[in-house]
């Protein structure tokens, strides 16, 4: 631009020289020293004008003093640039996710990291307890509708704290009342509570407590409804410890232990898979309690590389999900047995309430499996079979079956199942496989 006007200049001086030779009238000298001085001024314009432009040009041509050597070059400067405006701009967005407290970020990292001391449980009104069964598709009422059947097992308790047969159905009784954290201090249930856990604490089991938890139950001809009593018990007392930390609990907790450890056969598994279920939620358990947590922690670690060689997950059976619920307590919901078995629970699952505890372990272990990722849930449509069962509750609060084994209490354990499965996604939050291996969705992006 500068250009241009000096040689428009140059040529009007030549033109106006030109032009004045021919005129005699007028003063050639005066004319030139005025046109110069504006082409002089001109030019020192232009100067400052090339010498800006020249620092300028320097200045991009110059990397930060802060950058590596590697970095001076103009075009791994621009590309460093935009990579490093890129992962800033992430970050934000990431960060903007993690402080938000509805994101569905924040509710999976919490949810693969379930706290020791039943918060999840503890949480009350619709931020708590009724929007984590919201999350995961349990339509609105839920939290009603377990109350009503809460109110239903106030009204079948015995007078001496128990229900149905005794010790085995009181500790069943008891789980749905734990799960809701209805205890001593409830409103509704205290009382309840108070006298149904006094009953288990002053009851060991229906023969003697030594009999097994020394190793000599499989020296006589021992009943393993006993052993599933004991199990039922273990978990009981070991929520009931983590929700109050009553030491008065710790020698029994310890003993207990002994009874489950002590009677796991020489493939360290149990007599049967329905009691190996349990065995397997009290260790759960009790690791909460950090009550002889080593010795447990390796029972169960024998037991889960005993039962994923000899699980059949393509073959379905009753004591399918139960077997994949034991794993993924144990930690092993990664492994391809695991995977493989909830598929086929998906496609043969019926969910019958005539087989209740079945429910119950296909439902756990559904949910189990949203630690790995939530497709397995959402296909099951676990939120809709939750709807059908709410709508055959009937109008005392209770459930019952059309083809009960033991009519006089069919509807007691029925209920109860019915209730721990509405109690799923607060009461046994999902555990992390390998949680030392496995990192979070965002830092692996990050890296």
Known sequence: MRLKISVILVFSLSSAQLLFSNNKNVKVGSVDDEILELIGEGNYYNNQSEQILDRSRSTLRTAPKHLSPELKDINSLSGKIIAEGTRSSLQKDFKKIDDSESSKLKKSLKILHPNPGFSSRLASGFSGKANRLASVGFPQGTIDTIESGLKWLKSKQKNDGSWGRGLNDTCLALLPFLGHCEIENSTSFGETFKRGINFVKSHKTEKDFEYYTTGEFYKHAGSTGDLLTHALRTIVLAEYYVLTKKSALVEDLRASVDGIINTQGTGKQWVNSYLAHFNIQALHALTFTKIRNKEILECMTNYANALKKSIEPRRYSPQLAGDIFALQLCKRGHLSVVKE????????STFD?????????????????TAMGGVNWRTWKGGLKVKEIIGLQLLDGGWTVTEPSNAQYADLETSVFTLLVLQTPYRCLPTTPKPDKQKSFWSRILD
């Open 341 to 348: 078995g909830l598929e086929i629970v998906i496609q043969k």
């Open 353 to 369: 309430l005539n087989r209740p505890d079945i429910c119950y372990f296909e439902t756990n272990a559904l949910y189990q499996s």
